[in-house]
């Protein structure tokens, strides 16, 4: 039976992308399915005896504070513990850069909410983060898309798309999700320098940052923009927005990422997300705060990062032995995903059902192109899956796109 | 120095009223001033020791559980919780119809998010709740209001102002926020037929439907319509949207609270919640079914009414014994607040000046007008003072008032 509220639909409102994703992530919620489906953290990296002393201590000594409203910026020891942090790996800002998010997801609806008109064309990576699009595709957004290739955008198709005259650029340049590609330095360079000539701003999306495995850490774009607009301030002041969370790091549960940007623009940042949840659970940040402080994040993050790298060892390892001809992946230096391209004329959600009949599991990439395509590849993700379950899986997989790519070669 | 984004604020984006306010609490922060001003619930109340057993309990056997990623919906005990616990104020529910949100704010964003185009005109009580017009101005919403007296929103009015067509009408029947004012059955009844013979949809914002101190309770409008769309179905299909929160009866630090919806509306909610925030802290739901369940919410909330009827009384005592003739003010029968009216010309904009030198304070109606008006009227919260607070500061404010009303009539 429809009620009246079914006619009544705002009209800015996309196509729902949503739910292709999350049917099949039921399906791979059997407990028999090995999956690689999911973007989530492992479980067995969350340090929950550290969560249970910070709840204790916060409870009994400032429970009153934790359990009250707070100011909609966030919690100011977090703030400024997240501006130390992040000041050394290279972005130089104050506490009045950064507010509290509920997630990086909530920085992403918050920047929809504050700058998207319906129609307004948004410039992405090809493919790009699905979350991202489902931010957006609420307030009406449209998409310009840029290939990309092993060194992230390719720089001839993003001067292109520049020229259409893009609302911003949206770039995960850190073992992006979902190919798990690495902006080159020489690339974020000359992005910075063509957002600039354009005179685009960049919205940059660094969830990963911290879970690099191999290779040399690259200064993050909101770093290298910021060259471009020194002018003596203690903030920062420059034409990228920037946001990073504890999801990957801490734990997802909690919901508390934070976002970077001018003052002048993080003020409307504020009273956007008062209007959308007047403030981040105050408990959540001061917890987070009492885990994080005092070292143990740093020395967390370097167990993280050991754990993932053998994750994604094991899963390359399996790949180079299991994969047959003709299939391509990334070998991604961080983060938590692997991109498999297969034949073109594959279709990886017809190869999905085999997959899933053989108890193993998979996004299809098609979702992560805002403007289709992509039929042919698929994400992998190996933070989340047992050495076992990573050593089966791939060989499960392996036999599944054997008779896949085979039977297409065959044709 | 202004960045490029500076220059791409999206245009439905309305001139943003909620600085006002916020200056205003930043100025009655001050140790030494008596603030009626805020809508904080007492910390005296905060069941902290409950909290510190519920996450010790969720840590230790659901820890990896409790800081995971989470479905969009919310924990389903706590849904089935909800469900339990509204059907006993009569709102007949399954966890089908229920999505946690984080707080009710963002109840309120997704509504506006999901249904307002720009230029919609939204029908509410005059004056209304503040935070609902800071969630809806950002999706470029207009607004009919409604005159309300001490019965709530005035019948004549509302049927005039629903032959304007309004996309829907938002109404607060219970001890509403600004006036504590609640509206009587027989307009209840009648708001669901002019609703229904309209065909405009209802929104039911209910933050402190639990908190009665004197009087019967009433039926929320949601259980009203129910009648009217009663088609022997488990779930509620009707034309009521219906919200509600802990952050009254638990604690507002959480951030946790619900909203009602028929099953096709709720998966649109779903949706966009998702793009929103992804899912309400995980942690946190786990942890307030913990607290709440068997039986403690109940207990708990009889001994937050004893605690609040007691400051109401109070405040209502010092209205009586301080407040000058030709001072209006409401006697809620439940609820955080107190609406004070002056005589006509009374700016509380200049009476605030001078009760802040008298080292107290209160929020001044206007900002609660989305048409402007009210400059005669102030806001009073009982629930976060102590007793000594609020015969010190009833007092206080008798005499400033004394002062801006005496001079009023010499006039």
Redesign the interface.
Known sequence: ??????H??????NA?T??AIREILKLTAKPDIISFA?G??S?DV?P?EE??KA??LV??ET????????TTEGYLPLREMVARHTSRYGIKVSPDNIVIT??S??AL?LIG?????PG?RILVEEPTYL?AL??????GAQYVTVPTDDDGMRLDELEKALRIGP??IYVLPNFQNPTGRTMSLERRHKLVELADHY???IVEDDPYGQLRYDGEHLPPVVVLDAKF?E?G?EHY???V?YTSTF?KTL?????LAWLI??P??LE?FV??K???????????QMVAYEVARGGFLDKHIKTIRETYKTRRDLMLKGADEHLPAGVEWTRPEGGLFLWVTLPEHCDCKEVLEDAVEQKVAFVPGNPFYPLGGGENTFRLNFSNASHEQLETGMQRLGQVLQKHVGQLEKA
Request: positive net charge; contains cysteine; charged residues 15%.
């Open positions: 039976m429809q009620t009246l509220w079914e009544r639909f705002a009209g800015r409102v729902m949503s739910s999911g989530l953290p479980p969350f929950v969560f249970q709840c204790d409870l009994s429970g009153k504070q934790a359990l009250q409203y707070a509920s997630g997801q909530q609806d909410k504050i700058f998207i008109n307004d979350g489902q931010a957006w595709n609420g307030y609302k911003f005179g685009v701003p607009h002018n301030e002041t420059g034409n927005l999801s734990a997802p549960g909690l919901r940007a001018p002048a623009v409307r009273h956007a008062q209007g959308s949840d007047l403030h981040t659970s105050s408990f959540n």
